[in-house]
């Protein structure tokens, strides 16, 4: 099993909203230590980062295309992370990713190979 399990995938007509959320697969886990983020892969593409938010959940970062539509947010009483995707377009239509990085930076800061845990991806698929 990955180290982090996404939910919330699926089918969704263009306008719409979808949840995305991320838990630890395994025990030891301290959420507290790490930032998150959230990346996606379409077809043909490389993988992009669409969002993050720090350890201290301070300052969360979006990519140009989501901002206004998107918004990342942490429960640390639930270990989760969560993506709320709403005015979904076509051009979401992803595999997502959540991925965590141990470090209080800025999110931001961290390369993609720097993070420490992957989650197995949720498809998300925005039909026009």
């Known amino acids: 099993e990955a180290p982090l399990v996404e939910s919330g995938g699926g089918w969704v007509q263009a306008g719409g909203s979808r949840r995305l959320s991320c838990a630890p697969s395994?025990?030891?886990?301290?959420?507290?230590?790490?930032?998150f983020g959230w990346f996606r892969q379409a077809p043909g593409k490389e993988r992009e980062r669409v969002s993050c938010?720090?350890?201290?959940?301070?300052?969360?970062y979006y990519e140009d295309s989501v901002k206004g539509r998107f918004t990342i947010s942490t429960d640390d009483t639930k270990n989760t992370v969560s993506l709320q995707m709403n005015g979904l377009k076509p051009e979401d239509t992803a595999v997502y990713y959540c991925a965590a990085v141990e470090g209080d930076d800025p999110c931001e800061e961290y390369p993609e190979d720097e993070y420490d845990y992957w989650g197995q991806g949720a498809q998300v698929t925005v039909s026009s």
């Open positions: 395994f025990i030891g886990f301290n959420f507290d230590d790490y930032g």
């Open positions: 938010i720090s350890s201290m959940a301070t300052s969360p």
